[in-house]
């Protein structure tokens, strides 16, 4: 699911990339071949495989996507705002009335807390408004026999080929994104036939058109991958004067204490909880923005998707449904998002400072954030790992 959710998120400013060619037929039919193989050595029947096999092409569409590249690096403003709106808020308010019972139920049996399984659904597909009208099985066999994740997608094949199977649905009948993402909550195939369950008892997993299906599946998933009743994923903070920069970062974690003892404050002013739980400061936005605290339970958020935004937005959504406030200290105007090729130059010029010594990958990731850090150290500038449009000038002229 995270891979087609960044994906989506992408699409709107990416360009297109020249498209690999084709795989001969002959190459298609071996590498199916190679795919009919291990979904029977997997207990998938002989002829589930043949039916859902029988005349499949690669999907063009789903090479095009796969080819794209994200040309702008995201700002946490525009994807809180693309990801957060009244209307999404109110409509995980009815979605969790109208599901009181079970989910009272579910926060029981598996330890998630409703608000948690109302927001991931709300950003998976809008609460079940859009999964996706591309068959998985031509998806994830394109994306295995057609591009260079073969092995992952190969195995994504093998497990849709075993949903089939189990729920004698027919390929056609099992929809998704391009990228194979399933239903109300966008479950991969692999995570389906790990962690999905049959709640209304029909002898089938329906994550499509089953609200109790697509919810108890979700309590099911986030419980495996960690979380648990108690803390929330992330609250709003507010930063003491002189509070150190550079430990307002994902890797640096302390007990939730240390950081109240540090000055650390709730945004609105309240203590942060009396709790030993490890935690971390980030600065989504920079300095000038907005702080969160990270508990135990953002962890397992990044467990579903790997990415820091989407899981501050699960945080974000969840506690405005529950009635909570919104996140109050706004991020600055004259952020922006950054171009590739800018974040490309910039990683060249911190390397030649001896900041950088990765690829030059045009992606704004900890160890850029980290080079950042250290040129703005030395420039004399709040080091809080932001690459504003500022911080890139700056770094141009400091380094010709
Ligand atoms: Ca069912």
Redesign the pocket.
């Known amino acids: 699911m995270s891979l087609s959710l960044k994906m989506s998120l992408f699409a709107a400013t990416a360009t297109l990339v020249a498209a690999p060619a084709f795989a001969q037929d002959a190459d298609f039919l071996a590498c199916l071949q190679n795919i009919k193989t291990e979904a029977v050595r997997q207990s998938v029947p002989a002829q589930v495989v043949d039916r859902a096999f029988q005349g499949l092409m690669p999907d063009p569409k789903v090479v095009e996507l796969d080819s794209r590249q994200p040309e702008f690096s995201l700002t946490y403003a525009k994807y809180i705002g693309n990801s957060i709106s009244p209307e999404r808020i109110s409509k995980g308010q009815q979605m969790m009335a109208r599901h009181r019972t079970l989910l009272g139920e579910l926060s029981r049996d598996y330890g998630v807390s409703p608000q948690y399984l109302i927001a991931f659904w709300g950003l998976e597909t809008n609460y079940g408004t859009y999964m996706g009208d591309f068959q998985v099985v031509r998806s994830v066999a394109t994306l295995a026999c057609a591009t260079k994740r073969a092995a992952f997608f190969t195995n994504e094949t093998v497990q849709a080929l075993r949903i089939l199977a189990m729920n004698h649905m027919t390929s056609q009948q099992m929809k998704g994104s391009w990228a194979g993402a399933m239903g109300n909550m966008q479950f991969m195939p692999s995570t389906f036939t790990k962690w999905a369950v049959?709640?209304?008892?029909?002898?089938?997993?329906?994550i499509w058109s089953?609200a109790?299906?697509a919810l108890t599946s979700a309590a099911n998933f986030l419980r495996g991958i960690g979380f648990k009743n108690g803390l929330p994923s992330s609250d709003e903070v507010v930063l003491p004067k002189g509070f150190p920069l550079e430990q307002a970062d994902t890797t640096i974690e302390k007990p939730v204490r240390a950081w109240a003892a540090m000055g650390v404050k709730r945004a609105g002013g309240g203590a942060l909880p009396a709790s030993d739980e490890p935690s971390a400061i980030v600065l989504p936005a920079g300095w000038r923005g907005p702080a969160f605290i990270l508990y135990p339970n953002f962890k397992a958020v990044m467990n579903w998707n790997r990415s820091t935004l989407y899981a501050l937005a699960v945080g974000i959504l969840a506690r405005q449904i529950t009635g909570g406030p919104a996140v109050m200290q706004a991020p600055p105007a004259d952020d922006e998002p950054l171009a590739r090729e800018t974040v490309i130059d910039i990683q060249t010029r911190l390397a030649r400072l001896g900041f950088y010594t990765d690829e030059a990958d045009g992606l704004l990731g900890p160890k850029t954030r980290s080079a950042v850090r250290l040129f703005q150290k030395q420039a004399g500038l709040p080091a809080d790992g932001h690459a504003t449009p500022d911080v890139v000038r700056r770094l141009q002229q400091a380094v010709r």
């Open positions: 049959d709640r209304d008892g029909d002898g089938k997993v329906d089953s109790p299906d």
